[in-house]
């Protein structure tokens, strides 16, 4: 893809041509069919339900907080099941699936997926659009307490003595992620990369479920891992390690999680695309504002959800981290955010780093047309519709599709409209 063409979002803002650009027959007849002002005057959602995936991981509030609120209900759609999933490869089997098939329709999910579904990179190609963000931060490395001593943190580069040390006595390198391509695996990779560590050659990097990665710690499984909270907040509480770093740190209020749906649960229920949508945002809404945090850390730390205690997820959604190592931060910028810093907005240019950094790995082809991929999965168009539908102040609906240039705590620099030299500016990579 020439990268001239990515400037258009950089100029316009908005992807206009995303019906040229490859978008399925289907979805773009219904993106036709429902304009902004379509849902008020329709009778409400096709179906009274849906049935939708999540993790237990934290980031999943959203989902849960919109059926336990009712919110679901509020716009129609009673009936919908919040079902949780034993892993991320276990969410994309059952999206695979769908709920004819005995699967789920949408999830919760690692903002990769959707795309690596869509493209038919990790199992049968399963169209995906993504309608939301979930949030941003609020992910981390956690390590552990052997390199206490190399006082790891943003730095990755300290560990580099006590890795050397290790693999001159034989000792194989081992650290874990959730699942190959998603957010994890790229924030550890990022992490490492920057401090001069090669993910794929330096160490072994291994898939684990997130609630898993304590326990996995425990049986020294693995000496760091990435994955969202509760979970390194649980590894500092009982003792077996600390968290490096918080990928709010690396990234500051870098998108995380989304909600998709299948693209073609989609194009077959528009409207109730748009309820669901809309319970979701109103949920992010909800979550976001401190004085819910108590009854939220207790609803989804429940034992139908996270199954943890309710300290294990307040304090850091509240920003206090007590990192392990001797450090706190108290009130940090770096949090986890459901709606402030326009964490609900599926932003076109975050979509085009992922796919980005998927081919710095070589887990895309470099030949992919990155805008019309983009123009594929992302519908930020049904998130318009949804956040007007939940009566979200204008002032709070991003104008454009882009949040411009991003910059990471390395001094690395991404533009939107020029991947090619985003990825030339990079040291270690796999192209």
Known sequence: ??????????????????????????????????????????????VKGARLGFIALTDAAPLIMAKELGLFAKYGMPD?????????????????????????DGAHILT?????????TIGKATPMSILARLNVNGQAISV???????????????????????????????????FPGGTHDLWIRYWLAAGGIDPDKDLELITIPPPQMVANMRANTMEAFCVGEPWNDQLVAQNLGYTAVSTGQLWMNHPEKSFAMRSDWVAAHP??????TAAIIEAQRWCDNPANIA???SAIGG??????????????????????????????PFKMKFWASNASFPFK?????????????????????????????????????????????????????????????????????????YLASLGIKRV
């Open 271 to 276: 409207r109730a695309a748009v309820a669901l």
């Open 112 to 120: 990769p997926m959707p795309y690596l579904l869509t493209l038919g």
């Open 349 to 421: 240019s975050h979509d085009v780093w992922f796919l980005t950094e998927e081919q710095r790995w070589g887990k895309l082809p470099m030949t992919l047309n990155r805008m019309a991929t983009v123009g594929k999965v992302n519908r930020a168009d049904i998130w318009r519709q949804a956040a007007a539908l939940a009566k979200v102040p204008p002032a709070q609906i991003p104008k454009v599709d882009s949040r411009g240039i991003e910059k990471f705590f390395d001094g690395k620099v991404f533009n939107p409209a020029n991947p090619a030299a």
């Open 144 to 178: 552990e307490k052997e390199y206490l001593t190399a006082k790891a943190d943003l730095d990755s580069a300290k560990m580099k003595g006590i890795i050397a040390k290790r693999k001159a006595a034989g000792n194989k390198i081992t650290m874990a992620m959730t």
């Open 80 to 104: 919908v099941v919040v079902a949780k999933q034993a892993s991320w490869g276990a969410t994309r089997d059952n999206l695979v699936l769908g709920s004819d098939g005995g699967g789920i």
């Open 1 to 46: 893809m020439a990268d001239d063409d990515m400037k258009a979002i950089g100029r316009r803002g908005l992807f206009k041509a995303a019906g040229a650009l490859g978008t399925v027959a289907a979805i773009e007849a219904t993106r036709q069919a429902l304009p902004g002002a379509a849902f008020a005057a329709a009778a409400g959602p096709e």
């Open 303 to 332: 034992r139908d959800y996270l199954k943890v205690p309710v300290t294990d997820i307040a304090d850091r959604l509240a920003g206090n981290f007590t990192m392990g190592d001797g450090r706190v931060f108290k009130n940090a």
């Open 295 to 297: 009854r939220m850390a």
